[in-house]
């Protein structure tokens, strides 16, 4: 049994994430995602939209993950000791080199392969801060809401 890793802040789910899970999962027979906690992502990337518990839940229910796991503040690396993967799937924009990673694994005594997941590219919204941007203009340009009932959802 083959049991690759995946992280990522999964913040609002989009097609690119879909994508990244399907090639993570294609490399092997288990997925484990580690979902980022919610320090992490403010300290690396925007105030999250939706609490790391919350994202946790929508990730697990996803066709290719076999399990979802939050992330833990501080040292990385402590959950790849928990979960003990043979492969290690990063996402296109993570922020780590390959080499250096593996280098450092198998200096802690983890003998995972890092494989880098391609880009998913084939629409204009496979990423959360494009799409947090594309709301935020339409709600200022007063182009979000343009038809019947949007009113009560306007106030929700």
Same mark, same amino acid.
């Given at each position: =049994?083959?049991?690759?890793?995946?992280?990522?802040?999964?913040?609002?789910?989009?097609l690119?994430?879909?994508?990244?899970l399907?090639e993570?999962?294609? &490399?092997? +027979? !288990?997925?484990?995602?580690?979902?980022?906690?919610? %320090?992490?992502?403010?300290?690396?990337k925007?105030?999250? $939209? =939706?609490?790391q518990?919350?994202?946790?839940?929508?990730v697990e229910?996803?066709?290719?993950?076999?399990?979802a796991? %939050? #992330?833990?503040? #501080?040292? $990385? @690396?402590?959950?790849?000791?928990?979960?003990?993967?043979?492969?290690?799937?990063?996402?296109? +924009?993570?922020d @780590?080199?390959?080499?250096? &990673? !593996?280098?450092? &694994?198998?200096? =802690?005594? $983890?003998?995972?392969k890092?494989v880098?997941?391609?880009?998913?590219?084939?629409?204009?919204?496979? #990423?959360t801060?494009?799409i $947090?941007?594309?709301?935020?203009?339409?709600?200022?340009?007063? !182009?979000l809401y343009?038809?019947?009932?949007?009113?009560?959802?306007?106030?929700?």
């Amino acid at each position: =049994m083959v049991r690759v890793l995946a992280t990522g802040t999964f913040d609002i789910i989009h097609l690119g994430h879909i994508k990244y899970l399907e090639e993570a999962k294609s &490399l092997g +027979d !288990e997925l484990i995602v580690v979902v980022a906690h919610d %320090n992490t992502v403010k300290r690396k990337k925007h105030n999250p $939209i =939706m609490p790391q518990e919350v994202r946790r839940k929508i990730v697990e229910s996803l066709k290719p993950v076999d399990r979802a796991v %939050n #992330g833990k503040d #501080g040292d $990385i @690396f402590e959950i790849v000791k928990e979960i003990k993967p043979d492969i290690i799937a990063l996402g296109y +924009d993570q922020d @780590f080199d390959e080499k250096d &990673l !593996e280098k450092k &694994l198998r200096e =802690m005594g $983890i003998n995972a392969k890092v494989v880098r997941c391609s880009k998913y590219s084939e629409d204009d919204l496979n #990423g959360t801060r494009r799409i $947090i941007r594309k709301i935020a203009d339409r709600l200022k340009a007063k !182009e979000l809401y343009t038809g019947e009932g949007d009113e009560k959802d306007r106030n929700s």
